[in-house]
T-cell receptor, first 116, second 114 residues
Framework: DQQVKQNSPSLSVQEGRISILNCDYT??????FLWYKKYPAEGPTFLIS?????DKNEDGRFTVFLNKSAKHLSLHIVPSQPGDSAVYFC???????????????FGQGTILTVHP | EPEVTQTPSHQVTQMGQEVILRCVPI?????FYWYRQILGQKVEFLVS????????KSEIFDDQFSVERPDGSNFTLKIRSTKLEDSAMYFC????????????FGPGTRLLVL
């Protein structure tokens, strides 16, 4: 099941710089997208989401961009901090109006390392 | 801040044994989910539950699996006869209302089947 793909297994960034994490999807029924952060042996922690009616959503240092025509979304973290080092998952659902009752389909994750 | 809790944090069991994983979703949430993550793999959807019944399940969720909301607060996942390949982290998630479609995850139960 490759409906959601994160093609970069890892990303290394210097503290203070921008981190850009990318995610592609294939299912055109997806209309709600989320980014989660995960530390080892913990559950995914919600970061930010975006509905398909928008192309950008911002929350503090985190911005998610959605390009529906390209079926691509990205998460920008500015400025990056060492505490941001974790695994980042994008997830998608065919939400309200669909029949999936909110089932999330996850990407493989990208390990972000922010160096001091 | 309200959070999803799960017990136990770790469970070791023998193949063929039954296990019950417990979750307490956020109190005013209506939609409940189980996911799992086998080591090194993606987080995978298992089942969704709404209005006291299963609303969707994956191919993984076969007859060995069942879910229940026995009272107003707990949400359980039962594996009737565990297999080695059931070893994984199991995550419970809950969502408030339709239109606020963010799922909040618990810390997970690490299940090891020997």
């Amino acid at each position: 099941d490759q409906q959601v793909k994160q093609n970069s297994p890892s990303l290394s960034v210097q503290e203070g710089r921008i981190s850009i994490l990318n995610c592609d999807y294939t299912n055109s029924m997806f209309d709600y997208f989320l980014w989660y952060k995960k530390y080892p042996a913990e559950g995914p922690t919600f970061l930010i989401s975006i509905s398909s009616i928008k192309d950008k959503n911002e929350d503090g240092r985190f911005t998610v961009f959605l390009n529906k025509s390209a079926k691509h979304l990205s998460l920008h973290i500015v400025p990056s901090q060492p505490g941001d080092s974790a695994v980042y998952f994008c997830a998608a659902s065919a939400g309200a109006g669909g029949t999936s009752y909110g089932k999330l389909t996850f990407g493989q994750g990208t390990i972000l390392t922010v160096h001091p | 801040e309200p959070e999803v809790t799960q017990t136990p944090s770790h469970q070791v069991t023998q193949m063929g044994q039954e296990v019950i994983l417990r979750c307490v979703p956020i109190s005013n949430h209506l939609y409940f989910y189980w996911y799992r993550q086998i080591l090194g793999q993606k987080v995978e959807f298992l089942v969704s539950f709404y209005n006291n019944e299963i609303s969707e399940k994956s191919e993984i969720f076969d007859d060995q699996f069942s879910v229940e909301r026995p009272d107003g607060s707990n949400f359980t996942l039962k594996i009737r006869s565990t297999k080695l390949e059931d070893s994984a982290m199991y995550f419970c998630a809950s969502m408030g209302v339709w239109g606020q479609e963010t799922q909040y995850f618990g810390p997970g139960t690490r299940l090891l089947v020997l």
